[in-house]
Nanobody
Framework: QVQLVESGGGLVQAGGSLRLSCAAS????????MGWFRQAPGKEREFVAA????????YTTNSVKGRFTISRDNAKNTVYLQMNSLKPEDTAVYYC??????????????????WGKGTLVTVSS
């Protein structure tokens, strides 16, 4: 079992930045691809970004390309989402995900093994 705990959410003005963190504990973090998803009020959960175990492969959804960056520190069992130039439409609960497959599989939401409980990001206009 892997436990994922997100942090770093909060209230920020449009144009501002936040960095989300997702700390993994429990079973070994080794070999897991990681990802971020978000769910806005009244909408379905959507893919945001994913990263392979090595960090060498990343996927980012088009709506956040050039603004959001996913990274990871395997020594700290932590994955990050740096969010810049935030927009009101980025407001959502952001969830961390882990999968023993590939980053591509995460981007397609194919069989996520573990989910965090989410952290709320609110962007004011």
């Amino acid at each position: 079992q892997v436990q994922l705990v997100e942090s770093g959410g909060g209230l920020v003005q449009a144009g501002g930045s936040l960095r989300l963190s997702c700390a993994a504990s429990g079973r070994t973090f080794s070999g897991y691809a990681m990802g971020w998803f978000r769910q806005a009020p009244g909408k379905e959960r959507e893919f945001v970004a994913a990263i392979s175990w090595s960090g060498g492969v990343t996927y980012t959804t088009n709506s956040v390309k050039g603004r959001f960056t996913i990274s990871r520190d395997n020594a700290k069992n932590t994955v990050y989402l740096q969010m810049n130039s935030l927009k009101p439409e980025d407001t959502a609960v952001y969830y961390c995900a882990a999968d023993r497959g590939t980053a591509q599989a995460i981007s397609l939401m194919k069989g996520i093994d573990y989910w965090g409980k989410g952290t709320l990001v609110t962007v004011s206009s």
